[in-house]
């Protein structure tokens, strides 16, 4: 029998499992049904249940639901715990505008912009601040959107109604369905492993609106916060900061922010266990194995990417990356190297992210 969103609804946001990607509702609104919606927080709900034509699509393209998992994982030649690869390399972006704005090595915006000046793709989907602690995911189509995006930064989720809720989680994929009746054909998406699983799900059930994406960028994640402003007070008294002093954060071996008038503190994922999101811990996939190139700070020097070149386009935009200058690279290893100690970080937090997934 298909599944619906009646059971999406008993098998994921009852468990707590629902990580609002947005996924299902990006099919059922950009297909005009707009059976479901996208509340102002928290999952998905009803838009108009009459609509619904009980297709089952929502169940499939949930990354919680892993109904398609064995078809994805012969597709990209997943193998445990870090999926197929080619080459791992540790690389940082050669425009100083970039470097200046991005994450770690600014790997992710200059790949875009190799994609966007060779007209490969007409634009990209990706997150910028909007003001204050908000962030909202957009259509960048120039180099100066992108380098407005760079960055990861600790926001206030756009869904603040009256009750402050700090979110880490930008659900992009919602932005797809705008795009579907656009003559925008050629997207790349820069996304977290769930929004890339949904995003590949999609693509194997050939519908819409994955099918204008040509480049799926993913982020190692290990997990995303949501919280209140109750919670926020916890923890600016646990570890000892105000929020609004807060200039940057980023996740590698553990999590780094840098306070105004007080420079870097890092904490480990075992003290900040109480802040993070339900549906991440029931998330095994650290290194976003489906997608054609993942990125991560993890186990490079500071100011550079460590990069996952997976797919057969993956390493072709890569390289031409590298190649026209875009790039530049510090290491490269291929899977003879599997002992070295970056690719030995990537493989510990996999199997620890897998490991916290099967006690969840
Ligand atoms: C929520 C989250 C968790 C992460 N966890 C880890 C981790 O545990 N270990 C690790 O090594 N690396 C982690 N990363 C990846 C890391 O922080 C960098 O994004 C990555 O190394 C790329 O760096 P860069 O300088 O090349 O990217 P940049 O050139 O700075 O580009 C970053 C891109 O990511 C987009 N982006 C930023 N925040 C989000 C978001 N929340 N959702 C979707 N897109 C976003 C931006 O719009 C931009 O396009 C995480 C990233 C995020 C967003
Ligand atoms: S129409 Fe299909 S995708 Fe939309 S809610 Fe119903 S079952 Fe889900
Ligand atoms: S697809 Fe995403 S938003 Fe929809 S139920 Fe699944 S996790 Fe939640
Ligand atoms: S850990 Fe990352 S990939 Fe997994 S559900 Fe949370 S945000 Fe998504």
Redesign the pocket.
């Known amino acids: 029998m298909v599944k619906t969103f009646e059971d999406l609804i008993k098998d994921v946001h009852e468990k707590g499992l629902c990580g609002e990607c947005g996924g299902c509702v990006s099919f059922c609104s950009a297909g005009d049904i707009g059976a479901i919606m996208m509340p102002e927080s928290g999952p998905p709900i009803y838009k108009d249940k009459e609509n619904c034509k009980e297709c089952g699509f929502c169940y499939y393209v949930c990354p919680q639901t892993h109904v398609l998992n064995d078809l994805l994982n012969d597709k990209f030649e997943y193998t445990p715990p870090i999926g197929n690869w080619r080459f791992i390399t540790s690389s940082?972006?050669t425009s100083k505008e970039?470097a200046k704005?991005?994450?770690?090595?600014?790997?992710?915006?200059?790949v875009?912009n190799y994609l966007l000046d060779s007209s490969l793709i007409d634009g990209?989907i990706?997150?910028?601040k909007q003001g204050p602690f908000n962030?909202v995911?957009f259509l960048?189509t120039s180099k100066e959107d992108?380098i407005q995006?760079?960055?990861?930064?600790y926001?206030l989720s756009k869904q603040v109604i009256g009750l402050e809720k700090y979110n880490?989680?930008?659900p992009?994929n919602t932005k797809l369905k705008d795009l579907i009746d656009s003559d925008l054909l050629n997207i790349a998406i820069?996304?977290?492993p769930c929004?890339i699983h949904s995003i590949r799900k999609m693509q194997q059930l050939s519908i819409i609106p994955a099918h204008i994406v040509k480049y799926t960028?993913g982020?190692?994640?290990?997990?995303?916060f949501s919280f209140n402003d109750e919670d926020r007070k916890k923890m600016e008294e646990k570890f000892n900061f105000k929020f609004n002093k807060l200039e940057k954060m980023?996740?590698?071996?553990d999590i780094i922010i840098s306070i105004k008038d007080i420079g870097q503190k890092h904490f480990s994922?075992s003290e900040v266990d109480e802040f993070v999101r339900p549906a991440c811990k029931a998330c095994s996939d650290?290194s976003n194995v489906y997608a054609d190139l993942s990125?991560?700070?993890?186990?490079?020097q500071e100011n550079n990417?460590?990069?996952i070149i997976r797919t057969e386009i993956g390493a072709e935009i890569y390289n031409e990356a590298l190649k026209k200058g875009y790039i530049k690279e510090t290491y490269r290893f291929a899977p003879l190297d599997v002992n070295d100690n970056l690719i030995k970080k990537i493989i510990t937090?996999s199997q620890q992210k897998m490991e916290r997934a099967k006690n969840f």
Do not use: E, W
Request: glycine share 12%; net charge positive.
């Open positions: 940082s972006a970039i704005k991005a994450t770690d090595g600014g790997v992710v915006t200059s875009l990209a990706v997150c910028k962030r995911p960048a992108l995006a760079a960055g990861s930064y926001d880490t989680f930008i992009t820069v996304g977290t929004q960028l982020l190692f994640c290990n997990l995303n980023n996740i590698r071996d994922f650290f990125f991560g700070g993890l186990g490079s990417t460590t990069t937090f």
